[in-house]
């Protein structure tokens, strides 16, 4: 990356208008619609109705990422073809949710042109995700293109070279065709900046699509793109593919490869972030995994694990081989009790489960409070992200005089920082040892929990995964996604944590409960922010959890409860 800064700055504004234009400029006129009013909340429906794709480039984007592979790789579609259907539907969805930052349509199609040149004359695919297109969170770098993370700051800064899994994903056959809009720093669960504004929910778009991977969700949720790639450093892949109804999966670190991505804290190397698929199917997160582990990139990273993708662990070996399994439900944390869809979709699972020959235990939450606070969660100065994020962010500011945004509120300029986004003075080094000498303390505790429930299960195993809410609510209304340790803690502690769809919120079945006895004052605030009319039609997600390196494990598991899911329905 080539982070070089001329002397002569232009302030942010102009810096900001320059390439709203050029961004706009990026955009086929041909592919321009008339999307419905503001007041048409729900868009999902829009991209087969507006008339801009034809019967095949429909029929090309609601194809899984499986199928779509069989059919590029005997030639039944073109690279080109699949690109410029998933190209055309991607820009629709930009129109309706405000998606999209890098579009760069020539560079996409030439690269599936070449791709389908070597097919046709070699026989042969490029890789195991030849001719696919894939969307990447803007804090991928790609070569000659700007990565901002919603930095005005940081428009005019070209990559001189692609990031490490950009490289991978190139060998494997993938066609990069959109990079996607995320909140300035990344360090927030929503997706709103100065530069390119704000991504709203595809099935409610009063709601927040999430973030740090907000524009990933919505675009992935619209069947903009079949696979999507998320960052994750507090729940950046799991908040946005849980609000919008996605498959996802946030690995422990060390197995996708990070290197030459542009971050928020970057530096700190006591919960490092993370890349992982966002789809709208299960198989699509199996596809991505095995692909980018037999690329072998620990020879690319030197931070990434030397582990293959393990055939044994995904089928379970070390866990009965799938039968008569043990999951845990987490009810809730101890600090927020999730609202009413939340609750009803953990009981959807636990029924489905049993129904299908597994048996459910309860998970009781070993110090997620502290777990939290240790990460991010609170104003006090002794949490890992907050040690020198203030001083990360003015400095990157400073240069152009570009604002901190400190709410995601509507219509607010200016409203007191976020619980998870505290502005402090930072701590000094001993400090901050002593806070990573509480977290690895805490591992340990965690993993000899998580060993110690063998002696309830009956199968002579401990718990086989955890299941748990991906947050206490669905997608919110904008600026009111203030509570992220439901996620947070398991990066907290590295455990790999997927994402599956489990139902929606139903004003009839979802209604408001009786006040509880609050566990503090964010409890309180939550359970009265809740109103299952502001949250119609949202989606409603869970996370499935297991021990350290354990993802093919976790995909497989996920698989397990989904097919019970369907088969309950």
Not at 32 to 45: E, I, N, Y
Not at 196 to 222: H, K
């Given at each position: 990356m080539n982070n070089s800064i001329p002397t002569d700055i232009p302030h942010w504004t102009a810096l900001v208008a320059e390439k709203k234009q050029r961004q706009s400029e990026s955009i086929p006129h041909?592919?321009?619609?008339?999307?419905?009013?503001?007041?048409?909340?729900?868009?999902?429906?829009?991209?087969?109705?507006?008339?801009?794709?034809?019967?095949?480039?429909?029929?090309?984007?609601?194809?899984?990422v499986d199928v779509l592979l069989e059919k590029l790789a005997c030639a039944a579609w073109s690279a080109v073809d699949v690109t410029t259907a998933f190209y055309k539907r991607a820009?629709?969805?930009?129109?309706?949710?405000?998606?999209?930052?890098?579009?760069?349509?020539?560079?996409?199609?030439?690269?599936a042109a070449e791709l389908d040149d070597y097919l046709k004359n070699t026989g042969k695919v490029v890789g195991p995700l030849h001719g696919l297109p894939i969307s990447l969170k803007d804090q991928l770098c790609i070569k000659g293109l700007e990565t901002t993370i919603g930095y005005a700051s940081w428009i005019g800064q070209y990559a001189d070279k692609n990031a490490v899994l950009v490289d991978i994903l190139i060998e494997c056959g993938a066609v990069p065709f959109v990079r996607t809009n995320v909140p300035q720093t990344l360090a927030w669960p929503e997706s709103f900046n100065y530069v390119f504004g704000r991504t709203t929910n595809p099935y409610n778009r009063s709601l927040t699509s999430g973030g740090s991977s907000g524009g990933e969700g919505a675009l992935v949720a619209l069947k903009g793109s079949p696979l999507g790639v998320g960052g994750d450093l507090a729940g950046s892949i799991r908040i946005p593919s849980a609000f919008c109804s996605l498959y996802a999966l946030r690995p422990s670190y060390g197995r996708v490869p990070c290197y030459g991505t542009r971050n928020t804290l970057d530096g700190q190397d006591s919960i490092l972030p993370v890349l992982g698929p966002m789809t709208n199917s299960v198989i699509g997160v199996k596809v991505f995994m095995k692909a980018v582990?037999?690329?072998?990139?620990?020879?690319?990273?030197?931070?990434?694990?030397r582990k293959k993708w393990d055939e044994d662990e995904y089928n379970l070996v070390d866990h009965g081989s799938g039968k008569n399994m043990c999951f845990a439900i987490m009810w809730d944390d101890g600090v927020v009790v999730p609202h009413p869809p939340i609750r009803r979709s953990l009981e959807i699972t636990k029924a489905a489960l049993l129904k299908a020959g597994h048996k459910v235990v309860d998970w009781k939450p070993v110090k997620h409070k502290t777990l939290g606070d240790i990460a991010v969660s609170t104003p006090c100065s002794v949490t890992i992200w907050n040690a020198g994020s203030t001083e990360e962010y003015m400095t990157t500011t400073s240069v152009t005089g570009e604002p901190i945004i400190t709410t995601m509120e509507l219509d607010i300029a200016d409203a007191a920082v976020a619980s998870f986004r505290p502005q402090n003075d930072g701590m000094s080094v001993y400090q901050l040892w002593q806070v990573q000498k509480l977290r690895q303390d805490i591992r340990k505790e965690y993993l000899d929990h998580w060993k110690a429930t063998v002696s309830e299960t009956g199968t002579g195993r401990p718990v086989d995964a955890i299941i748990c809410p991906a947050a206490?609510?669905?997608?919110?209304?904008?600026?009111?996604?203030?509570?992220?340790?439901?996620?947070?803690?398991?990066?907290?502690?590295?455990?790999?944590?997927?994402?599956?769809?489990?139902?929606?919120?139903d004003s009839t079945l979802d209604r408001k409960a009786r006040p509880h006895a609050f566990h503090n004052d964010i409890d309180k605030d939550i359970y009265e922010m809740y109103d299952p009319e502001k949250f119609k039609n949202a989606p409603v997600c869970l996370q499935l959890v297991g021990r350290t390196l354990e993802e093919e494990a976790v995909i497989r598991m996920t698989e397990i409860a989904d097919a019970a899911l369907l088969a309950a329905k």
């Amino acid at each position: 990356m080539n982070n070089s800064i001329p002397t002569d700055i232009p302030h942010w504004t102009a810096l900001v208008a320059e390439k709203k234009q050029r961004q706009s400029e990026s955009i086929p006129h041909e592919w321009v619609v008339t999307p419905p009013s503001d007041s048409t909340l729900d868009v999902s429906a829009f991209p087969e109705t507006c008339g801009l794709l034809n019967p095949r480039e429909i029929e090309i984007t609601n194809t899984s990422v499986d199928v779509l592979l069989e059919k590029l790789a005997c030639a039944a579609w073109s690279a080109v073809d699949v690109t410029t259907a998933f190209y055309k539907r991607a820009i629709v969805a930009h129109q309706l949710v405000n998606c999209l930052t890098e579009i760069f349509v020539d560079r996409a199609l030439a690269r599936a042109a070449e791709l389908d040149d070597y097919l046709k004359n070699t026989g042969k695919v490029v890789g195991p995700l030849h001719g696919l297109p894939i969307s990447l969170k803007d804090q991928l770098c790609i070569k000659g293109l700007e990565t901002t993370i919603g930095y005005a700051s940081w428009i005019g800064q070209y990559a001189d070279k692609n990031a490490v899994l950009v490289d991978i994903l190139i060998e494997c056959g993938a066609v990069p065709f959109v990079r996607t809009n995320v909140p300035q720093t990344l360090a927030w669960p929503e997706s709103f900046n100065y530069v390119f504004g704000r991504t709203t929910n595809p099935y409610n778009r009063s709601l927040t699509s999430g973030g740090s991977s907000g524009g990933e969700g919505a675009l992935v949720a619209l069947k903009g793109s079949p696979l999507g790639v998320g960052g994750d450093l507090a729940g950046s892949i799991r908040i946005p593919s849980a609000f919008c109804s996605l498959y996802a999966l946030r690995p422990s670190y060390g197995r996708v490869p990070c290197y030459g991505t542009r971050n928020t804290l970057d530096g700190q190397d006591s919960i490092l972030p993370v890349l992982g698929p966002m789809t709208n199917s299960v198989i699509g997160v199996k596809v991505f995994m095995k692909a980018v582990l037999n690329a072998k990139p620990w020879l690319y990273d030197p931070l990434v694990v030397r582990k293959k993708w393990d055939e044994d662990e995904y089928n379970l070996v070390d866990h009965g081989s799938g039968k008569n399994m043990c999951f845990a439900i987490m009810w809730d944390d101890g600090v927020v009790v999730p609202h009413p869809p939340i609750r009803r979709s953990l009981e959807i699972t636990k029924a489905a489960l049993l129904k299908a020959g597994h048996k459910v235990v309860d998970w009781k939450p070993v110090k997620h409070k502290t777990l939290g606070d240790i990460a991010v969660s609170t104003p006090c100065s002794v949490t890992i992200w907050n040690a020198g994020s203030t001083e990360e962010y003015m400095t990157t500011t400073s240069v152009t005089g570009e604002p901190i945004i400190t709410t995601m509120e509507l219509d607010i300029a200016d409203a007191a920082v976020a619980s998870f986004r505290p502005q402090n003075d930072g701590m000094s080094v001993y400090q901050l040892w002593q806070v990573q000498k509480l977290r690895q303390d805490i591992r340990k505790e965690y993993l000899d929990h998580w060993k110690a429930t063998v002696s309830e299960t009956g199968t002579g195993r401990p718990v086989d995964a955890i299941i748990c809410p991906a947050a206490p609510f669905a997608a919110t209304p904008h600026g009111k996604n203030r509570y992220l340790d439901y996620t947070a803690v398991w990066n907290a502690l590295d455990y790999p944590a997927a994402v599956f769809p489990v139902t929606t919120v139903d004003s009839t079945l979802d209604r408001k409960a009786r006040p509880h006895a609050f566990h503090n004052d964010i409890d309180k605030d939550i359970y009265e922010m809740y109103d299952p009319e502001k949250f119609k039609n949202a989606p409603v997600c869970l996370q499935l959890v297991g021990r350290t390196l354990e993802e093919e494990a976790v995909i497989r598991m996920t698989e397990i409860a989904d097919a019970a899911l369907l088969a309950a329905k």
